[in-house]
């Protein structure tokens, strides 16, 4: 098992590495000048001249590249174009907000999915399956955005339950901290939920036909612990690995989640840094959602091979 | 060897059997077709046929577990002085595993790669009783011991992808004695293994009955595995039994042309391979029986008169057939 994780270890570097590049030249090759945002369309040659030379902007990108890289490394994410503040320390401080709010809609998804599927791929093709693929589809085709909205007015507004928005931290205030990360987690795991209910449905489908499921009935086993003890853990091995690349697709949805309900993470803070072309913003920002991406992977790979005992062994 | 009619009532008695296809309502094919069945107290039954012939739904509508859309439409199953087939699925699932134990075919899949043997094989008696996990684990490892794998202190902490295909059956056989059943369904217990491995399960088997109360029903398609191992046998053709007859007699005395023909249609080491015999045709489709002889549209010797219901006819003891061939 050590060794397993070593090896994941050392296959995290170079994904890591590939990864920075790519995004390096995505945010370079994005239509729209960083000086042109910065001072303005009515600015000088000169001045845009000047700017882009101050910040290096002018060499090479493969020099611009390894220097930024070099940097970030050590953890300096240089200074922000708009207002020369250190891009760094703010990233550190906005990265437990989005954390959170990444982890609980994701576990809001994988709950959804895991007991509704079952449910569903238990009840094949009878009712509680025509009903839970109904709604996987509804909300796996909503908007984030929109369902945030609706959600906003329903237990915001009309119900006054829960707060429109903002962001308490839970070191100050636990409830209240929780309380405005329940319509944003929902909003996003809901959806994502959409997928995943149906990789669950399908999953278990397949494992109740199994032989073994049939070994398992010949002793005179109850369904529910049949589904529980029988059918659940294999199902979840490849789910798990879906669920995995599905979070990226929910810490994508954070960027607008976060500007959605006023929340100060890191989500927020790309669309800042794209719409300024504040490229130390915007390639830390965007940095450490690749490596939140990157390590739930990791830790959702990991799990899967400890669930299931074939690959434990095979890997070791 | 037999010991037919020496001990006081059978273990089970099918009487008319009848298994249905039914869709929107209404039955569609006839799976099952007028199965009567006796198993005596420690007798091991043969239920053979080929692929298809219905003998594994036989065998699952007892405990309760056939498919969607397939039902029993006819037909009584007494064991122990019930009937199997008026039970509701919980008192089914209380007999399930314990008073009629399965041993599974395919052993290669028939266990949860997620699981440990030991717990897997404990998992009946952990159902059914109310005995502690370490009882529970010390009977365990008694069973598997009884099954020969060696070391099963080490071999219960396993996983099944760890064990060989014998190994596994070894451990399936386990789990299915493990609860003292009266009735041991073993379907096709040999088929995922090679040779060696079958002689080894067969022999394995044979010491368990003798040192269990149980009594085995026996599915197999292979003739010559279950003539030295069953009491008695039945042959299944296409849902029906076409004839049944003391273990010995099956091979030395057929009756009925399906018999023979399988009989033919195994290889012979002194002949010319080229010659084997097959059985010209395909099994029945469900759909397509009529009252007549199922066999009649394979069978050499079909006449005008197959086409009416057949009837069984004794051929003294307690051999049957349902032709009118031998009269």
Known sequence: MIRLILIRLLTFVPTVIVASMVLFVAVNVVPGSASKAALGIYATPQAVK???????????????????????????????????????????????????????????????????????????????????????????SVPNFWLA????????????????????????????????????SIALGVVSSGLLIRIMRTSLIEVMSAHFIETAQSKGISNFNLVIRHALRNALIPFLTVSAVEFGFLVGGVVILEDVFRIPGIGSLVLVGIINRDYPVLLAAAMVITMIVLVTNLLVDLLATMIDPRQVRARN | MSIIGSTGGDVLEINGLSIELTGRGKTVGSIVHDVSLRIGHREIVGLIGESGSGKTIAAKSLIGLLPNRIRVTEGTAMFRGTDLFTLSPKAIRKIRGKAISVIPQDALHALNPVHRIGRQVGEPLSIHTDRSG??????????????????????????????????????????????????????????????????????????????????????????????????????????????????????????????????????????????????????ASPFEHDSGCRFRARCSFAEDRCANPQPMRSHGGIHVSRCWIED
């Open chain 1, 50 to 140: 000047r700017f882009e030379h101050q910040h290096g902007l002018d060499r090479p990108l493969v020099i611009q590249y390894v220097e930024w890289a070099g940097k970030a490394v050590r953890g300096n994410f240089g200074m922000s174009f708009q207002n020369a503040v250190a891009v760094g320390p703010e990233v550190k401080k906005r990265l437990p907000v989005t954390l959170q709010l990444a982890g609980m809609a994701f576990l809001v998804a994988v709950g959804l999915a895991i007991s509704l599927g079952a449910l569903a791929g238990f009840y094949h093709q009878r009712l509680p399956d025509v009903c839970i693929t109904s709604i996987a589809t509804l909300f796996g």
């Open chain 1, 149 to 184: 909205t609706l959600l906003i007015y329903l237990f915001s507004l009309h119900l006054g339950w829960l707060p429109t928005g903002g962001y308490v931290p839970y070191s100050e205030d636990l409830v209240a901290n929780l309380r405005g990360m329940i319509l944003p």
């Open chain 2, 134 to 283: 370490s009882a529970i684990r010390e009977i365990v490892l008694e069973y598997l011991a009884k099954v020969k794998i060696d070391n099963p202190r080490l071999r219960a902490r396993q996983y099944p992808h760890q064990f060989s295909g014998g190994m596994q059956q070894r451990a399936l056989t386990a789990m299915a004695v493990s609860t003292e059943p009266s009735l041991i369904i073993a379907d096709e217990p040999t088929t995922a293994l090679d040779v060696t491995i079958q002689a080894q399960i067969i022999a394995l088997l044979k010491d368990l009955r003798d040192g269990t109360e149980a009594s085995f029903l026996f599915i197999s398609h292979d003739l010559g595995l279950v003539s030295t191992l069953c009491d008695r046998i039945y042959v299944m053709y296409a849902g029906e039994i076409v004839e049944s007859a003391q273990g010995a007699d099956i091979f030395s005395k057929p009756r009925h042309p399906y018999t023979r023909a399988l009989i033919g249609s195994v290889p012979r080491l002194h002949e010319n391979p080229d010659t084997l015999q097959i059985i010209a045709g395909q099994i």
